[in-house]
């Protein structure tokens, strides 16, 4: 399948904005890849290390994914689990967020992101703005869900709002519409295209299309319905490989990839450049301009 473009989509449910993906990386079709950073202060797992060290793995991995021909990286504290409820996260979290990310994108080439889990909209805003982001990942943008943490709402009103109040606004919303790891409705009442349009109408500027957990691959269907039903730009933020990046990129605009890039192919492993190089290789053939 080839992807259509906005105009020849049907019309969406929100006006039409500029395309979030061309106007961050200055090319339709991107490879993102997720930084899994160690323990931070304050969480279950952190045993003290200084933050420059944290810092230095960061960029390291950063410039394995960049090095390995991605368009950009999203800094994410993975090793923060069992994760917080939006809204529970320390002033810790956010401050260690914004210097890890500020630190990346000071000694790296890409643009980077920030995601903050699970699902603070806020605080990965303020780390995103003050450590120089341009986006940002919120796994339930609108409605809600039963996940690993509990009953989850959508956050696109309070973090709107808050963007906003801080000045933030070039700050971009990187959406997930069936987010991994949870009931994708809590009365299975909205259908796919229902909460595609939600995820557009509540103000997102990118949908993310994912598998059920982490490392698991979106199915080629679940794009497909998302794509026919936004004017947004679509993202696949889970499963991606070697092997599927050419089947699957058709079909949308981009992909984040981490667990199949790493030297032991789970998400905790160090990043292989020379992996990053295979699935990047596969995505050029896919029509990818690589950077």
Not at 114 to 140: D, K, P, Y
Not at 193 to 210: K, N, P, R, S, W
Not at 250 to 276: E, F, L, M, T
Request: include cysteine; charged fraction near 20%.
């Amino acid at each position: 399948m080839v992807r259509a473009t906005g105009s020849e989509r049907a019309l969406g449910v929100f006006p039409p904005k500029p395309n979030a993906v061309e106007e961050l990386f200055g090319t339709p079709k991107v490879v993102i890849g997720a930084v899994h950073l160690p323990p931070l202060p304050g969480s279950p797992h952190y045993e003290g290390v200084p933050l420059d060290e944290i810092c230095t793995f960061a960029i390291e991995e950063a410039r394995a994914y960049l090095d390995g021909g991605a368009h950009g990286v999203i800094v994410e504290n993975h090793w923060d689990i069992p994760f917080l409820k939006p809204g529970e996260h320390g002033y810790e979290t956010a401050a260690a967020m914004a210097v890890v990310t500020d630190r990346v994108r000071h000694a790296t080439s890409g643009r980077v992101g920030v995601s903050v889990l699970s699902n603070a909209a806020e605080c990965s805003i303020a780390s995103a703005w003050s450590g120089g982001a341009g986006f940002v990942r919120v796994n339930q943008w609108a409605n809600a869900y039963v996940a690993n943490e509990g009953i989850i709402e959508g956050q696109a009103a309070h973090a709107t709002r808050y963007r906003s109040r801080i000045g933030a606004n070039p700050v971009k919303i990187f959406a997930d519409v069936h987010v991994k790891h949870g009931a994708h409705a809590i009365v299975a009442d909205r259908t796919l295209a229902e909460q595609t349009e939600d995820a557009e109408f509540f103000g997102a500027d990118v949908l993310i299309a994912t598998g059920s957990r982490t490392g698991d691959a979106a199915a080629l269907d679940e794009v497909e319905g998302i794509a026919a039903h936004t004017t947004l730009p679509v993202v696949i933020g889970s499963g991606i490989s070697a092997g599927k990046v050419g089947e699957l990129l058709p079909a949308c605009d981009g992909v984040i990839v981490a667990s199949s890039v790493k030297d032991n192919g789970r998400w905790w492993g160090r990043v292989d450049a020379a992996k990053v190089r295979e699935l990047t290789a596969a995505a050029a053939k896919a029509g990818v301009v690589l950077p």
